[in-house]
């Protein structure tokens, strides 16, 4: 290579995952250091690919697996040490280091750790790309921040204020929704505002509500349902959102649940409150633990080429419906339930 | 001058916090800088896309000069000058309540 000539290296084409690895243990010199070169290739390859999706998002950029091994999570926590600037801040915990005695870090990487896992486990879902993209969790983020949020790079968690909110990374779910948020942003990269914002908003509660379920061995029985119950200060008592009863978790709490209370122009938390109930109709219906079928299916519709990002609920239902119908069948009790939950909210199929 | 912020947005979106400050209670300096930070203002121009999920807006108005519409704001548009108005919404901020459905 260093003459100019360009080099094929047989290796250096699409291998099974595992492949490349065995390979670089080869007591052949010769292969082992052609699958080492290939390894390194594949490394920056998979740089290159996250920060093109980073900047741009959705499928168009969506990476396809070299010789990637998942199932191990990359995870770096930073403190922001409550600075309002989105750069990373000191680093505080990188992947298999011991914790401190920062309760939101240690929070933070569990959380993290929890999310990535219900995603391996459950899909084989390698990190938020697909492709074992680091996840950075930055906590501390400004004074008294009443707020998490997914940047399009990392995710940061506020203190909170006492009163609406308080620390952000006690709550599982919300470290769920906050990943999915990049989730979603490498699959359909729905448009935050509409319908399509409210559908990005309840994917998010969808998958924040599993990681809690799973993480705290719950059925669709047993679990609350609620969004933000550990994360809400007094004034919002005893959670941000229901997905069992919309329009009542807060004395504040204004979400709809079917298209009868739909807000033209509402804000996309609000009307989120809509799908996140005909999530949670089929689960019930279905029963057993969320991640048995109704999690794929949502995650089948949301992976779907077909879904746009403008997408609005009666295309999600759709699709849903469709999704369901390939994995079980037309006649199949599931793409029953499906259509039952949305008929349950009023989105005609 | 009377000024309205209210905060929407964030992870527990469809919570609005609102707050009112009167710029002749501010000491001169703070006034000054807040009153030159709202002539700057995009008054009635529509909002501009959010620039991440689950990221703050405020939306600041003059319920006296009503005709000026109001003016919505990112996180990064309410530093410098405008910054007291987040101290005014931490300190005295309500939750508004919120439009029930049904």
Redesign the interface.
């Known amino acids: 290579m260093g003459d100019g000539r360009r080099e094929h290296n047989s290796l250096r084409c699409i291998l099974p995952p595992g492949l490349l690895d065995r390979l670089a243990r080869s007591d052949e010199e010769a292969v082992r250091r052609s699958a080492l070169d290939a390894l390194r290739l594949d490394s920056r390859f998979r740089i290159a690919r996250a920060e093109s999706a980073a900047r741009t998002g959705g499928r168009t950029t969506a990476p396809v697996t070299f010789a990637r091994i998942g199932g191990s999570p990359h995870r770096t926590i930073y403190d922001q040490d409550h600075r309002t600037s989105q750069t990373l801040g000191r680093v505080v915990r990188a992947e298999g280091q011991p914790a401190t005695d920062d309760e939101a870090a240690t929070e933070a990487y569990d959380g993290l750790g929890a999310t990535y896992d219900y995603y391996w486990q459950t899909f084989q879902r390698d990190s938020i790309d697909g492709q074992g993209r680091t996840l950075h969790g930055c906590v501390h983020f400004g004074e008294d921040y009443p707020n998490a949020f997914w940047d399009g790079h990392a995710m940061f968690f506020g203190d909170g204020d006492g009163q609406v909110l308080t620390r952000t990374t006690a709550g599982i779910d919300v470290i769920g929704h906050e990943l999915t948020h990049g989730v979603t942003q490498y699959e359909a990269n729905l448009v935050y505002s509409g319908q399509s914002g409210a559908l990005n908003e309840s994917i998010s509660d969808v998958f924040g509500i599993q990681v809690k379920q799973r993480a705290l061995g719950q059925d669709v029985t047993t679990s609350d349902w609620l969004i933000g119950a550990d994360i809400v200060g007094p004034a919002l008592q005893p959670a941000l959102r229901s997905m069992k009863d919309p329009g009542h978790a807060n004395p504040h709490d204004d979400q709809p649940a079917d298209m009868d209370g739909y807000v033209d122009g509402g804000d996309v938390h609000t009307n989120s409150g809509i799908p996140n109930h005909a999530f949670y109709v089929l689960a019930t219906t279905l029963g057993g633990k969320a991640w048995d079928a109704a999690g794929p299916i949502w995650y089948a519709t949301l992976r779907d080429a077909r879904l746009t990002p403008t997408a609005s609920f009666q295309e999600f239902a759709r699709l849903s419906v469709r999704n369901s119908i390939m994995v079980y069948g037309a006649q199949s009790k599931e793409t029953e339930a499906v259509r039952t939950s949305w008929e349950a909210v009023k989105v005609p199929l | 001058m009377r000024i309205r912020v209210r905060r929407?947005?964030?992870?527990?979106?469809?919570?609005a916090?609102a707050a009112e400050l009167e710029t002749a209670d501010l000491p001169a300096d703070d006034a000054a800088r807040l009153e030159q930070a709202l002539g700057g203002l995009p008054w009635g121009a529509p909002a501009a896309?959010?620039?991440?999920?689950?990221?703050?807006r405020y939306e600041v108005d003059l319920p006296d000069e009503p005709d000026r519409g109001t003016a919505v704001l990112g996180?990064a548009e309410m530093e410098r000058g405008m910054a007291l108005l987040r101290t005014q919404l931490?300190r005295e901020g309500v939750?508004?309540?919120?439009?029930?459905?049904?």
């Open positions: 929407v947005g964030g992870i527990a979106g469809n919570i916090l896309e959010p620039p991440h999920p689950d990221a703050f996180e931490k939750i508004e309540p919120g439009r029930r459905p049904g």
